[in-house]
């Protein structure tokens, strides 16, 4: 499945990076791999990267030497419920249930195996 990244009105992807601290790299993996329905393009212990649809998301053990923590993306989805079945199978436990914030926009947030929080949205 094709996820939609958002774009600007001129068609530039809103966010280009993101990157999630991670205690163990390879349950990581797992859930970010049934978020995104692609492989890593980049797999080394140090770093695990993904590119899906313009969008670059990586996975940095122990946060880094900067020691970050994980801001909150939500990606579109084309089946809300559906999507968060799979990451909850895949590992993940689900903090926010689906639910309408207005108008035809559905939005659920997970949690990962190292207390990262996910958000999915649909429209």
């Known amino acids: 499945m094709t996820q939609k990244i958002p774009t600007t009105t001129s068609g530039e992807i809103m966010i280009k990076t993101v990157l999630h601290p991670v205690s163990d ?3 990581a993996k797992d859930v970010y791999t049934a978020l995104l ?3 890593p393009q980049v797999d080394e ?3 695990v990267g993904y590119e899906a649809d313009g969008q670059h998301i990586g996975l940095v053990p122990g ?15 084309d089946d809300i419920e559906a999507k968060v079945a799979e990451l909850v199978a895949a590992g993940a436990t689900v903090k926010e249930a689906a ?12 949690v990962d195996v190292d207390g990262n ?3 999915v949205l649909q429209d």
């Open 37 to 39: 329905g692609v492989e």
């Open 63 to 77: 946060g880094g030497p900067q020691k970050m923590e994980s801001p909150v993306a939500y990606w579109e989805v």
């Open 99 to 110: 639910h309408s914030v207005g108008g035809t926009r559905v939005v659920a947030t997970v």
């Open 117 to 119: 929080v996910l958000g």
């Open 45 to 47: 212990s140090y770093y």
């Open 25 to 27: 790299l390879a349950k």
